[in-house]
Every structure is written in C-alpha cells, then in structure tokens.
C-alpha cells in the first residue's frame, strides 16, 4: 500500500502567502516609481491603483521578478487579458525559457512590449506593428550587430544561440502571439537576416 502517491497539496492563494504579499509592497513603490507613477501603457498618473503586473506573462514563464514588472491600471491590465490572439499555450516553450534566460532579456522584453502596446491600440495596424517588432527582433538576434554596439556580458556561447534561426523563431512568434488574431492573419514577414558569416 505503500505505492500510492500522495495527493498534491492545494497551492496557497497569493492574498493568503506572506511572503509573496510583502514582497509586493515592497516592490510596488519601487516600480511605480520606475516608470513615474504612470500607467506603462496609457501613460495615466494613477498612483492608488496602479499595481505591478507581469511584462512576459505568467504563460511564458514570466517570474514574478522586478525585471519583469511594470505598473499597469486596472482597465489597461484587463485590455490585456482580453486582447485576442493571446495564447495561454504557447508552443517551444524550451526556446521562450532560453530566450529569457540570455543576458538579453532586457532586449527580450522590448520585444514583448511592442506586441502588447500595439495590440492594445485602437487603432491597430498590423503593418507598422510588424515592422517595429521585425525591428527589434532583428537588433536582438545580430543582423545589426555592429549598429548599436552589443553590451559587453554577451558571451560567445550566448552569440551562437541568439544569432540562429531558432532564437529568431522563438521570439518572433511568441511576441506575434501576443497580437490580436487580425495581426497574424494579415501574414508575417521576417525581415532579412544575416548568418555570422555575412551570408544573407
Ligand atoms: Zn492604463
């Protein structure tokens, strides 16, 4: 009888863990203050009812981390609850936790705050967010490598994987995926891309 597994415990509810509630006051001022106690996206001084809210979200194994946190107002973070498109399951997760793991993360969530902030517009034009989250994707994976310089903590190892093509799929898909449907439906060009050898 010893066989038997044992039920998996129920997960404490955040507003009943300590530590994750301290955690969030602490935080709060911190970011609020980051980004002048307005909304990160319609830009709105709210200062009581702002809270942290994730930039990569929690299905793309977004951590509850400063670096992914900004402060968003209640109908800003319910607009982006329901954008459509948005995929609660995304595919090659191993490839987004890898992408999140360079020390481009930084970069990374440039990306993500594109998507959102274009999906979020009213009036949406699936052209110019391609072209923006084209552009960043492409600074990211080294097709303008010598323009901007890169920083000095990106190793050789980190180069290999960010400049293939599977880096540049991972995150240009997912951060597609946080578009409206309309967005991917119109058809999603990448932009040219140069191997580390100057082929095209
Ligand atoms: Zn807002």
Redesign the pocket.
Known sequence: MSNIPSLPQPRTPWWRDRGFRAFMRETRHEILAQWGYD?A??A?FNVRRLQPRRIVPKSYFGPYQLWNLWP??P??SRRRHEMKGTSPQPERLEDIKRVLSTPLRLDVLKIFKTAAEYALEDEYDSRDASKAIAGRVSCLVGFMREDPPRSEDITPDSWAWLGSSAAWDAVFQNACRLLPAEGQAAGWTRCPRRTKDGAA
Do not use: K
């Open positions: 909304c996206f319609c709105r968003l107002c109908r800003c």
